[in-house]
Each structure stands twice: as structure tokens, then as C-alpha cells.
T-cell receptor
Framework: DGGITQSPKYLFRKEGQNVTLSCEQN?????MYWYRQDPGQGLRLIYYSQIVNDFQKGDIAEGYSVSREKKESFPLTVTSAQKNPTAFYLC?????????????FGSGTRLTVV | AQSVSQHNHHVILSEAASLELGCNYS??????LFWYVQYPGQHLQLLLK??????LVKGIKGFEAEFIKSKFSFNLRKPSVQWSDTAEYFCAVVNQGGKLIFGQGTELSVKP
């Protein structure tokens, strides 16, 4: 079945450490996105990529980094510069026709800083 | 910048009650609107979408939404909710850059 796989489902990190969240899709979608979900704040866009080897900052990119070396993969690194990293992180993708099909989402990674 | 506003943060209903969740958007041009649902522990799923044509859109699981251009609204409705409708609901609009902008979300709790 086609879809988006995010791993791990739960992740614990010590303060001051970088951590990388995985997002893989087998939908052959060109565009991929990372969102952060916090209670009462909805989904906020961190980074997005519309094509391999290219990506742009979203609304809350500070303290995060991404890469897009392969079409299928869009990993997100939460760096030690992110002041409040504890959150639920969602990866999404689309074929380029957002207006007709919206996004397909992964099941998310819950990151907790301890 | 375009924005989406969901007025109800948490709605609590009893089974069989009718549901209406508010959604207002700020963009005045051609709009594409979506409602997504996130059941506990699951990924976001598309409930319904408005692209053009009939402003009353029917989605999965008995949900519908009405696009009212004059009110910049796209409210979600269901005549009779079930316990299994307990979830978080997100309204979204496609912005000029072709990206989805989400509202803050509404948590729905249905009491059996």
C-alpha cells in the first residue's frame, strides 16, 4: 500500500542533543512537508520541499533543518537551537495538485525532551 | 497573509446530537477548502473538500460542509454524532503559494 511512514513513533531526547525524524513516502509525490502540532495551535509549517535537492523554510523553521536527497525521503533534524522541541511532528506529501487532492499525512512522531 | 480560524477549541456533545464546527478563512479570491479529521492515535485523514461547484459538499462518515462565500465560511456539520466521531477536526485552505494553511483545530468529545 502506498503511504507515508514516519519513524520512530515516540522519541525522547536529552536537552542539548540533535535528533533526526524520518519520513519516507512511496507515493511518488514531488512535494513533502513537515508540520509541528501543538495543542490549541493547529499545524504549523516548519519546512517544505517541492523537488529533490530543494527546500524552503516555513513559518517556524528556526532550530530545524532538513534535507531532500531522494524523492522518497525528507528527514527533519531538530537541533539544540530549538527552544521548545517537545511536540508532535507530522510529515505530509502531495502530488503537486493540492487543490484537488490536498495532502497525505504520516502517523506522526511524538518528540519529548527530557 | 491568508489565515483560517476555527472558533470552537473544544466541543462536547452527547451521542445523537447535531454538530456544527465553525471555520472562517481570510482569502477573498478563488478558494479551495478542506476538512481533515485526526482520530486518537491516528494520522490526519481527509473528510471532505470544496473545489468548485455545489457549495454543499458531502464527505465520508455522514459529514457535510457548506461553503458560504459571502461569510467566508466553510462550517462542518453532521446531523447525529456518534461516540466514534470523537477526534480533532482541522479546517484548511490552499493559499496563493499552493500550500495548505490549517486552522487551530477543534477537539470534539462525544459522550456515549
Amino acid at each position: 500500500d502506498g503511504g507515508i511512514t514516519q519513524s520512530p513513533k515516540y522519541l525522547f531526547r536529552k536537552e542539548g542533543q540533535n535528533v533526526t525524524l524520518s519520513c519516507e513516502q512511496n507515493l511518488n509525490h514531488d512535494a513533502m512537508y513537515w508540520y509541528r502540532q501543538d495543542p490549541g495551535q493547529g499545524l504549523r509549517l516548519i519546512y517544505y520541499s517541492q523537488i529533490v535537492n530543494d527546500f524552503q523554510k516555513g513559518d517556524i523553521a528556526e532550530g530545524y533543518s532538513v534535507s531532500r536527497e531522494k524523492k522518497e525521503s525528507f528527514p527533519l533534524t531538530v537541533t539544540s537551537a530549538q527552544k521548545n522541541p517537545t511536540a508532535f511532528y507530522l510529515c505530509a506529501s502531495n502530488s503537486g495538485d493540492v487543490r484537488n487532492y490536498g495532502y497525505t499525512f504520516g502517523s506522526g512522531t511524538r518528540l519529548t525532551v527530557v | 497573509a491568508q489565515s483560517v480560524s476555527q472558533h470552537n477549541h473544544h466541543v462536547i456533545l452527547s451521542e445523537a446530537a447535531s454538530l456544527e464546527l465553525g471555520c472562517n478563512y481570510s482569502y477573498g479570491g478563488t478558494v479551495n477548502l478542506f476538512w481533515y479529521v485526526q482520530y486518537p492515535g491516528q494520522h490526519l485523514q481527509l473528510l471532505l473538500k470544496y473545489f468548485s461547484g455545489d457549495p454543499l459538499v458531502k464527505g465520508i462518515k455522514g459529514f457535510e460542509a457548506e461553503f458560504i462565500k459571502s461569510k467566508f465560511s466553510f462550517n462542518l456539520r453532521k446531523p447525529s454524532v456518534q461516540w466514534s466521531d470523537t477526534a480533532e477536526y482541522f479546517c484548511a485552505v490552499v493559499n496563493q503559494g499552493g500550500k495548505l494553511i490549517f486552522g487551530q483545530g477543534t477537539e470534539l468529545s462525544v459522550k456515549p
